[in-house]
């Protein structure tokens, strides 16, 4: 695959995320990522049924209860950070210890990991997006989508160790800069009225912002 819709946070809101699955289809994207937060089986369903890799997020851990047995297995085997040549994608943090490879292994080990650490929101230049341009100059990997703050933002490290902060508008990414992107919100943006996610060229490298027309 080469064109990625990635999109985050869809909180029960099933005609939104059709709204949005369509938009992306329309696109004609290659394939579809899921960064967590997704809500009732109907949503999971859908996420299903295009056959989108996901990962979890903080409403999975409270929530999988809810789902219908074949979504609570499915779930359950979700990561918490997916890693594909040249990016990463997660809810938030990229910095996960190596035994909590599913949500499944996360519920078990819940109450002595810090929910803040692995859950941070990455909406001002703290300790907490340091961390994850670190990870990801440590390994190499020049960008991260993640979801949780429900906005488009772009944060971008340079070479000099300098960090700026943007709104969410379509760029190429440059050589030798870091990313870390929030793909906004299909259910609950609350940068916009307009549901919202990202399409990602991982050839031309290329970050596409995208707003649907209505909620």
């Known amino acids: 695959m080469t064109r990625y819709a990635i999109f985050s946070d869809i909180h029960n809101h099933s005609q939104a995320l059709a709204a949005m699955l369509g938009d ?13 937060d997704i809500g009732i089986d109907s949503c999971v369903d859908q996420v299903r049924g295009v056959g989108a890799e996901a990962v979890f997020g903080n409403w999975e851990l409270s929530g999988w209860r809810g789902l219908a047995p074949a979504n609570q297995r499915w ?15 997660s809810h938030a943090a990229p910095t996960w210890p190596s035994e ?16 803040q650490t692995l859950f941070p929101y990455y909406l001002q230049a703290d300790d907490t997006l340091w961390r994850a341009f670190a990870a990801l100059l440590e390994a190499k990997v020049p960008l991260l989508f993640h979801g949780h703050t429900h906005r ?24 030798g800069h870091s990313y870390v992107i929030g793909v906004g919100s299909v259910g609950q943006p609350r940068d ?5 996610y990202v399409i990602f060229d991982s050839i031309t490298l290329r970050v596409q912002f995208v707003r649907l027309q209505s909620g």
Do not use: K
């Open 75 to 89: 779930a359950g085997q979700l990561p918490p950070l997916r890693r594909y040549a040249g990016f990463w994608v």
């Open 24 to 36: 992306a289809g329309a696109r004609q994207v290659d394939g579809y990522v899921c960064l967590g």
């Open 152 to 175: 488009q933002i772009v944060w971008t490290l340079t070479p000099d160790n300098d960090i700026t902060r943007s709104p969410g508008r379509d760029f190429t990414l440059t050589a």
């Open 192 to 196: 916009s009225a307009s549901p919202s």
């Open 100 to 115: 909590i490879d599913t949500l499944t292994a996360y519920l078990r080990e819940r109450h002595r990991l810090g929910f």
